[in-house]
């Protein structure tokens, strides 16, 4: 079965922190998505990575295949980066399996 | 260059009834997917086109459907609605099809349905 689990499922920071959300999977995968959907509900794809690491900005996603598990760091965190985080892989169907998503908050 | 456009946004049908939403991709992509989210499940695929042709569909019943006309532009079809198909129905569009994994998915702003 394919599952992706996320964690934490709720995240409150004070602006400027180092922020870590994790994203563990049950089976091997050739690309992980990294999404993110603010509250008007729109969805920004952050990163798509298969291996190593990608950065943009203060974003930072890596994956290790081996070990199943990705992770999103935001650096210097600010308030505008208050949004739902949600990883995502490619299903044996080709469809995607999402996780629930890691609802972050960053207080000025 | 414009981004994938949903319309309607916002609409509000009653139970029985049926709903067709509209997606438009990105220009020169040709596959777009749809899905939908509850607070319940979260995010859920629906299925996918490419080329006109649905390539996936993900586990819902037969009364959601959807097809993709020749300029990449795609419905989805929701027939004798039920309360819990209130929901966010996003689109996204990519180049590639989600299989290959190669593709970076754009997705729309949703349409947001209610059924009373």
């Known amino acids: 079965k394919n599952e992706v689990e996320q964690s934490p499922q709720n995240l409150t920071a004070q602006e400027g922190e180092f922020i870590t959300i994790n994203c563990s999977y049950s089976v091997g995968i050739s690309a992980l998505h990294w999404l993110q959907q603010h509250p008007g509900g729109g969805i920004v794809s952050l990163f798509m990575?298969?291996?190593g690491k990608k950065k943009h900005g203060r974003l930072i996603a890596t994956i290790n295949i081996q070990e199943k598990h990705s992770s999103l760091h935001i650096t210097a965190s600010h308030p505008r980066d208050s949004a739902v985080y949600i990883c995502a892989h490619g299903g044996s169907q080709g469809n995607l399996i999402f996780g629930k998503g890691t609802k972050l908050s960053v207080k000025p | 260059k414009a981004g994938v456009t949903q319309t309607p946004r916002y609409l509000i049908k009653t139970r029985g009834q049926q709903v067709t939403l509209s997606c438009s991709p990105i220009?020169?992509?040709?596959?777009v997917s749809w899905y939908q989210q509850t607070p319940g499940q979260g995010l859920q695929f629906l299925f996918e086109y490419f080329s006109e042709t649905q390539r996936n569909k993900g586990n819902f019943p037969g009364r959601f459907s959807g097809r993709q006309f020749s300029n990449s532009r795609s419905e989805m079809n929701v027939s004798t609605l039920e309360l819990g198909d209130s929901a966010l129905y996003l689109c996204a569009s990519s180049l590639a099809p989600s299989r290959a994994n190669t593709g970076e998915l754009f997705f729309g702003e949703g349409s947001r349905l209610t059924v009373l």
């Open positions: 990575l298969s291996s």
């Open positions: 220009s020169g992509h040709r596959s």
